[in-house]
Nanobody, 118 residues
């Protein structure tokens, strides 16, 4: 059974930073590209960042705002979020990709809520 457990969200002030983690299980993590998505209330999920299986390639919705990384030994993908603004307030999810630049492969986890507010 494939499972994603996202963590690290919370309340942060504008300009602050957070590091999100997503631990995956139930599939061959090291051979899949991974991505982070976010979902605003009433909106579709949008892709935030992707990383290839060996961390050789990364893609970002907005360059310089987030940094994605992974630890294949821990089946975990991370999202470093800096200089946060209220517009970053959303629920953040991770998923494996069928291929880099492709669609999500599995059902979604519960996500982790990021709230940016003073």
């Amino acid at each position: 059974q494939v499972q994603f457990v996202e963590s690290g969200g919370g309340l942060v002030q504008p300009g602050g930073s957070l590091r999100l983690s997503c631990t995956a299980s139930g599939f061959d993590f090291q051979n899949y590209p991974m991505s982070w998505y976010r979902q605003f209330p009433g909106k579709e999920r949008e892709l935030v960042a992707s990383i290839s299986s060996r961390s050789l390639t990364a893609h970002y919705l907005v360059e310089g705002h987030f940094a994605i990384s992974r630890d294949n030994a821990k089946n975990t993908v991370y999202l470093e979020m800096n200089n946060l603004t209220p517009e970053d307030t959303a629920v953040y999810y991770c998923n494996a990709l069928q291929r880099f630049g492709g669609e999500p492969s599995y059902a979604w986890g519960q996500g982790t809520l990021v709230t940016v507010s003073s």
